[in-house]
């Protein structure tokens, strides 16, 4: 085996993420996509050239949209040689894809790939009933007009009914924010801690914004140049007024439309290459994904569905042989407030750590102030497979304005899956 | 001046009448300053490509797009088409994608002047796009346009400025034009939002119509203004020039004394980047019954006035180097009129102008370029006759006339340093009239 290379991290862009049905409630995955994508190939002058790879994807998708990410490429002023594979590993899309790619550049096969993701669910597909359905490809193969009435037998207007997409989980009929509250529960995180770090993360991302971190990793869409979720004024107070928005009648539910991230669209893009690609290009490497490590726990059988990344992490730390502590930042996807706080508590636990992660003993605390520090999902939004992507382009500035460092970056997704990965300047 | 019957076909029972009837229902054009965002640029073709994608995306433009999206332009890149065999590659391009134009859209070929090219079956196959565009000109929907940029090779860098004019609203009443863009140093790269910035530009006839629209639109993109116009026209002039921030210097550019009180004024401010001869007057008779005064008077103004001052100002290097000066000719001049002799005339020979002194002034890297307004909105064009005005009006492409603001950033676009290159132009801001195409 030939030695590994390190896997650079060239760029990213993203478009502003918009709140469910607002400003891109017009737009399609593709479109947006296209937007993000083409956004990184004119910031790194990209025309006409072609990339060994795109890994994108997209979680709320069409069946139209079943190449989604070779058709984008097409829309896009990258060689139309360019290939290009559709991926979907829920909120993990986009980080899995950089993965898969950084394994390929690493191993030598690739030189240089872009992992992307996009959402939209204000473009939600609705489904006629399965019964429905059934009758239209009858119709459709019917030959004569006998058979066409015949596909018809017996039809009733209740067919018609759409089947309205949703986010709950198949096997448990309870929604990610019903776990989640199972979750805040077993292990006792209060609404004051959720609703505190999240208005630390609209804070943060507020002075983000002010101080121009994010002017050269988005790219405005459709009249829309800041996420239009992010509240620079939100306050604990403020957000302790708001009611519980899954646990609505126990008292106990501490989970509200402010310390959970709402639905959002938009969708972010990342540029890897080897070194010696970027540097024939002349571009810059501001940071290497070193690994990462995805897992995955049986959350049907009572684990907490979002805590996947418990795993994700320790394992990826005995790889390395890294500790929790010796990171300078931790890019903790916020898909609640309490999902953070659950994750970092398991860390600090000595029994879920000997326990769940199979360790000597607890992986214990991090320093607050290096998490999320230019705010995360729960101000800027979370368009389910765009996250990866924004989370790693933002890592990867901060380690390159830092000059060198490391940084750890965790997401978790549907089906109790986690996705880790560790950055390295 | 309003159009009445653009009013009348955008209102809810003239749309029908107007279909029904099969009358024209003329767009309703997109001017700058519209709210809307552009749709994406789709660009493709030869060797030049990746460079125009850069260049568009550099001027903000969208790029990438998907099938289900309306574009804003099609950019076709013809300087790699070496026979007129290879012209169906242009075909190609525009047949596959003029169904996604959006409103209006544009339509833009890039060739290399014919001219220039080494091979009689080149020189044949970019001749052969002239005919290309001015037909899409006319084929061009719901107020789009068409127009070929003839870069001559090594001019790349002087592109972006025609290109950004020719995307833009501020195109919105020029096409079907072929325009020639030259290699030239270029000076650094200005702010684009005011790209005359720190430029001097003199502006005759600034009072009132076109010349006015022409002050504020230069002095809107960042140029020190010096208005002219006749004494009687005094307060109007110092309004303009107030308004803007420029000076205002009331003269009779006919006056013996007109040229050194410009060249005064020219020193007094550095020197002049830009001079814009817009001051033209009308005395319409037909030859057989025009007077001695009607002629001299209209060839004095239109003419005899910007080659004096022309004369006087680079006599006394008042034209900075690297200075572009700007005629306004008419269709007239290039068509003819009936009762238009002198004014024709004048105007063809406005023209000459700036074929005879593009070349000369090349060393000075001074461009000479006119801009010929077809049926522009003025109190001039509401002299006209009821009849005669609707058919001028409806005789282009775009079906309307245009208005004092197309002519105006047709100008600030020659105004423009970063337009240098683009030199012994006359550019037509007429909507594609039929007269002279």
Same mark, same amino acid.
């Given at each position: 085996?030939?030695?590994?290379?390190?896997?650079?991290?060239?760029?990213?862009?993203?478009?502003?993420?918009?709140?469910?049905?607002?400003?891109?409630?017009?737009?399609?995955?593709?479109?947006?996509?296209?937007?993000?994508?083409?956004?990184?190939?004119?910031?790194?002058?990209?025309?006409?050239?072609?990339?060994?790879?795109?890994?994108?994807?997209?979680?709320?998708?069409?069946? #139209?949209?079943?190449?989604?990410?070779?058709?984008?490429?097409?829309?896009?002023?990258?060689?139309?040689?360019?290939?290009?594979?559709?991926?979907?590993?829920?909120?993990?899309?986009?980080?899995?894809?950089?993965?898969?790619?950084?394994?390929?550049?690493?191993?030598?096969?690739?030189?240089?790939?872009?992992?992307?993701?996009?959402?939209?669910?204000?473009?939600?597909?609705?489904?006629?009933?399965?019964?429905?359905?059934?009758?239209?490809?009858?119709?459709?193969?019917?030959?004569?007009?006998?058979?066409?009435?015949?596909?018809?037998?017996?039809?009733?207007?209740?067919?018609?009914?759409?089947?309205?997409?949703?986010?709950?989980?198949?096997?448990?009929?309870?929604?990610?924010?019903?776990?989640?509250?199972?979750?805040?529960?077993?292990?006792?995180?209060?609404?004051?801690?959720?609703?505190?770090?999240? #208005?630390?993360?609209?804070?943060?991302?507020?002075?983000?914004?002010?101080?121009?971190?994010?002017?050269?990793?988005?790219?405005?869409?459709?009249?829309?140049?800041?996420?239009?979720?992010?509240?620079?004024?939100?306050?604990?107070?403020?957000?302790?007024?708001?009611?519980?928005?899954?646990?609505?009648?126990?008292?106990?539910?501490?989970?509200?439309?402010?310390?959970?991230?709402?639905?959002?669209?938009?969708?972010?893009?990342?540029?890897?290459?080897?070194?010696?690609?970027?540097?024939?290009?002349?571009?810059?490497?501001?940071?290497?994904?070193?690994?990462?490590?995805?897992?995955?726990?049986?959350?049907?059988?009572?684990?907490?569905?979002?805590?996947?990344?418990?795993?994700?992490?320790?394992?990826?730390?005995?790889?390395?042989?890294?500790?929790?502590?010796?990171?300078?930042?931790?890019?903790?996807?916020?898909?609640?407030?309490?999902?953070?706080?659950?994750?970092?508590?398991?860390?600090?636990?000595?029994?879920?750590?000997?326990?769940?992660?199979?360790?000597?003993?607890?992986?214990?605390?991090?320093?607050?102030?290096?998490?999320?520090?230019?705010?995360?999902?729960?101000?800027?939004?979370?368009?389910?497979?765009?996250?990866?992507?924004?989370?790693?382009?933002?890592?990867?500035?901060?380690?390159?304005?830092?000059?060198?460092?490391?940084?750890?970056?965790?997401?978790?997704?549907?089906?109790?899956?986690?996705?880790?990965?560790?950055?390295?300047? | 001046?309003?159009?009445?019957?653009?009013?009348?076909?955008?209102?809810?029972?003239?749309?029908?009448?107007?279909?029904?009837?099969?009358?024209?229902?003329?767009?309703?054009?997109?001017?700058?300053?519209?709210?809307?965002?552009?749709?994406?640029?789709?660009?493709?073709?030869?060797?030049?490509?990746?460079?125009?994608?850069?260049?568009?995306?550099?001027?903000?433009?969208?790029?990438?797009?998907?099938?289900?999206?309306?574009?804003?332009?099609?950019?076709?890149?013809?300087?790699?088409?070496?026979?007129?065999?290879?012209?169906?590659?242009?075909?190609?391009?525009?047949?596959?994608?003029?169904?996604?134009?959006?409103?209006?859209?544009?339509?833009?070929?890039?060739?290399?002047?014919?001219?220039?090219?080494?091979?009689?079956?080149?020189?044949?196959?970019?001749?052969?796009?002239?005919?290309?565009?001015?037909?899409?000109?006319?084929?061009?929907?719901?107020?789009?346009?068409?127009?070929?940029?003839?870069?001559?090779?090594?001019?790349?860098?002087?592109?972006?400025?025609?290109?950004?004019?020719?995307?833009?609203?501020?195109?919105?009443?020029?096409?079907?034009?072929?325009?020639?863009?030259?290699?030239?140093?270029?000076?650094?790269?200005?702010?684009?939002?005011?790209?005359?910035?720190?430029?001097?530009?003199?502006?005759?006839?600034?009072?009132?119509?076109?010349?006015?629209?022409?002050?504020?639109?230069?002095?809107?993109?960042?140029?020190?203004?010096?208005?002219?116009?006749?004494?009687?026209?005094?307060?109007?002039?110092?309004?303009?020039?107030?308004?803007?921030?420029?000076?205002?210097?009331?003269?009779?550019?006919?006056?013996?004394?007109?040229?050194?009180?410009?060249?005064?004024?020219?020193?007094?401010?550095?020197?002049?980047?830009?001079?814009?001869?817009?001051?033209?007057?009308?005395?319409?008779?037909?030859?057989?019954?025009?007077?001695?005064?009607?002629?001299?008077?209209?060839?004095?103004?239109?003419?005899?006035?910007?080659?004096?001052?022309?004369?006087?100002?680079?006599?006394?290097?008042?034209?900075?180097?690297?200075?572009?000066?700007?005629?306004?000719?008419?269709?007239?001049?290039?068509?003819?009129?009936?009762?238009?002799?002198?004014?024709?005339?004048?105007?063809?020979?406005?023209?000459?102008?700036?074929?005879?002194?593009?070349?000369?002034?090349?060393?000075?890297?001074?461009?000479?370029?006119?801009?010929?307004?077809?049926?522009?909105?003025?109190?001039?064009?509401?002299?006209?006759?009821?009849?005669?005005?609707?058919?001028?009006?409806?005789?282009?492409?775009?079906?309307?006339?245009?208005?004092?603001?197309?002519?105006?950033?047709?100008?600030?676009?020659?105004?423009?340093?970063?337009?240098?290159?683009?030199?012994?132009?006359?550019?037509?801001?007429?909507?594609?009239?039929?007269?002279?195409?």
């Amino acid at each position: 085996m030939t030695e590994l290379r390190r896997v650079a991290i060239v760029g990213s862009m993203r478009t502003p993420f918009c709140r469910s049905n607002t400003a891109y409630k017009a737009l399609s995955n593709q479109e947006m996509l296209t937007t993000a994508i083409q956004a990184l190939v004119n910031q790194h002058n990209l025309h006409g050239v072609k990339l060994d790879e795109v890994n994108a994807g997209a979680v709320v998708t069409h069946a #139209a949209d079943w190449n989604l990410a070779r058709e984008t490429v097409l829309g896009t002023t990258l060689s139309p040689n360019t290939p290009a594979t559709t991926i979907q590993q829920a909120c993990g899309t986009s980080l899995q894809g950089a993965l898969m790619a950084a394994a390929k550049i690493a191993s030598g096969e690739i030189d240089c790939a872009i992992a992307a993701g996009t959402d939209t669910t204000s473009d939600a597909s609705i489904v006629f009933s399965k019964k429905f359905s059934r009758r239209l490809i009858a119709v459709n193969a019917a030959k004569t007009f006998g058979q066409r009435l015949k596909a018809f037998r017996g039809f009733s207007l209740k067919e018609l009914a759409p089947v309205p997409p949703s986010n709950g989980e198949p096997r448990t009929g309870l929604s990610m924010g019903d776990h989640c509250e199972l979750m805040a529960k077993e292990w006792q995180i209060s609404r004051e801690d959720q609703d505190a770090l999240a #208005a630390a993360s609209h804070q943060k991302a507020a002075a983000a914004y002010e101080e121009g971190f994010f002017d050269d990793l988005m790219t405005p869409m459709a009249g829309v140049e800041r996420d239009n979720n992010m509240r620079p004024d939100s306050t604990p107070e403020a957000l302790a007024k708001l009611r519980p928005a899954y646990d609505r009648k126990s008292g106990k539910g501490t989970l509200t439309a402010g310390n959970s991230t709402p639905l959002t669209d938009g969708a972010a893009a990342v540029l890897l290459a080897s070194e010696e690609w970027a540097a024939a290009r002349g571009l810059p490497v501001l940071a290497y994904l070193r690994m990462g490590r995805t897992s995955a726990l049986d959350f049907v059988a009572g684990e907490g569905l979002l805590m996947a990344p418990t795993v994700a992490v320790a394992e990826l730390l005995q790889r390395t042989g890294l500790g929790l502590q010796d990171f300078d930042y931790y890019e903790i996807h916020e898909a609640f407030a309490a999902q953070v706080l659950c994750t970092l508590k398991a860390w600090e636990d000595d029994t879920f750590c000997r326990e769940k992660l199979g360790l000597d003993g607890a992986l214990g605390a991090i320093d607050r102030s290096k998490l999320n520090v230019k705010g995360s999902s729960l101000a800027v939004g979370h368009p389910f497979a765009a996250t990866g992507a924004r989370v790693v382009g933002v890592l990867a500035k901060l380690l390159n304005e830092k000059g060198s460092g490391r940084g750890l970056v965790s997401v978790c997704t549907a089906g109790g899956m986690g996705v880790a990965a560790i950055i390295e300047k | 001046m309003k159009d009445g019957y653009m009013k009348f076909v955008h209102s809810g029972a003239g749309r029908v009448i107007a279909k029904t009837l099969g009358l024209p229902i003329p767009a309703k054009l997109r001017r700058k300053g519209a709210p809307s965002t552009l749709g994406p640029v789709l660009i493709g073709g030869g060797e030049l490509t990746g460079l125009l994608q850069s260049q568009v995306a550099e001027l903000g433009y969208q790029l990438g797009s998907t099938p289900k999206q309306k574009v804003h332009a099609l950019v076709f890149d013809a300087t790699s088409i070496k026979t007129p065999g290879e012209l169906a590659n242009l075909y190609r391009f525009f047949r596959q994608n003029i169904r996604r134009m959006d409103r209006c859209g544009r339509a833009l070929v890039i060739s290399r002047p014919p001219e220039d090219c080494d091979s009689p079956e080149q020189h044949i196959a970019m001749r052969a796009l002239r005919g290309f565009i001015r037909s899409l000109g006319k084929e061009m929907r719901a107020g789009g346009t068409s127009q070929l940029i003839e870069l001559s090779a090594g001019a790349e860098q002087n592109l972006p400025s025609t290109l950004s004019f020719c995307l833009s609203p501020v195109s919105a009443y020029v096409s079907a034009q072929t325009i020639r863009v030259n290699a030239v140093e270029l000076a650094e790269t200005a702010d684009p939002k005011a790209p005359l910035a720190g430029q001097t530009v003199l502006v005759t006839g600034a009072a009132r119509g076109i010349g006015r629209a022409i002050a504020e639109t230069v002095a809107s993109y960042g140029a020190m203004v010096i208005g002219v116009d006749v004494p009687p026209m005094q307060g109007e002039l110092d309004k303009v020039c107030r308004d803007i921030g420029g000076r205002a210097l009331p003269l009779d550019i006919c006056a013996d004394d007109a040229a050194a009180l410009i060249c005064e004024a020219a020193r007094a401010n550095g020197g002049l980047d830009c001079i814009v001869h817009n001051a033209g007057i009308t005395r319409d008779k037909s030859l057989a019954a025009m007077s001695d005064v009607q002629w001299d008077l209209t060839m004095a103004v239109n003419l005899q006035a910007p080659l004096t001052i022309n004369a006087a100002l680079l006599e006394a290097g008042l034209i900075n180097d690297g200075g572009r000066i700007v005629g306004v000719a008419s269709i007239s001049g290039i068509a003819g009129n009936k009762g238009q002799t002198n004014y024709a005339a004048s105007k063809a020979g406005v023209i000459g102008m700036v074929e005879r002194y593009s070349s000369v002034l090349s060393a000075q890297s001074i461009s000479v370029n006119a801009v010929a307004p077809g049926f522009i909105e003025t109190e001039m064009t509401a002299k006209i006759p009821f009849g005669i005005r609707q058919a001028g009006r409806r005789m282009s492409s775009l079906q309307q006339g245009g208005l004092p603001v197309d002519v105006a950033q047709t100008v600030a676009w020659l105004a423009n340093p970063q337009s240098i290159g683009v030199t012994g132009n006359v550019v037509r801001v007429c909507g594609q009239n039929l007269l002279g195409a």
